[in-house]
Nanobody
Framework: VQLQASGGGLVQAGGSLKLSCSAS????????VAWFRQAPGKEREFVAA????????YYSDSVKGRFTISRDNAKNTVYLQMNSLKPEDTAVYYC???????????????????WGQGTLVTVSS
């Protein structure tokens, strides 16, 4: 499956952005899909995930209540709605997918074999 992330940009603190991750090649519905982010000089970290079975969602503590992950299987697209953005949310955001992610590994970047190219989100103070 090929992933294409888009929607990044420059926004002021307190603003909103919506990222999209479109898949081609196979249906998204059988994959767990996650968003990760990587700030300059930092490790890539988990942001949010949508589990393939049951539609359960998971969030990092730093974004819970501000970000929402959703999916549209008909469009083969997963979204990340980001509200109340903070300067510390500045990073390159990556979407990732895999059909074999188990629950205990849902937040582990090494559990995902398919990655999009990343989209830059910059939040100014």
């Amino acid at each position: 499956v090929q992933l294409q992330a888009s929607g990044g940009g420059l926004v002021q603190a307190g603003g909103s952005l919506k990222l999209s991750c479109s898949a081609s090649g196979r249906s998204f519905s059988t994959y767990s899909v996650a968003w990760f982010r990587q700030a300059p000089g930092k490790e890539r970290e988990f942001v949010a995930a949508f589990r393939r079975n049951g539609g359960y969602t998971y969030y990092s503590d730093s974004v819970k209540g501000r970000f929402t992950i959703s999916r549209d299987n008909a469009k083969n697209t997963v979204y990340l709605q980001m509200n109340s953005l903070k300067p510390e949310d500045t990073a390159v955001y990556y979407c990732a997918a895999d059909s074999g992610v188990i629950l205990s590994q849902i937040r582990n970047k090494d559990a995902y074999n398919y990655w999009g190219q990343g989209t830059l989100v910059t939040v100014s103070s």
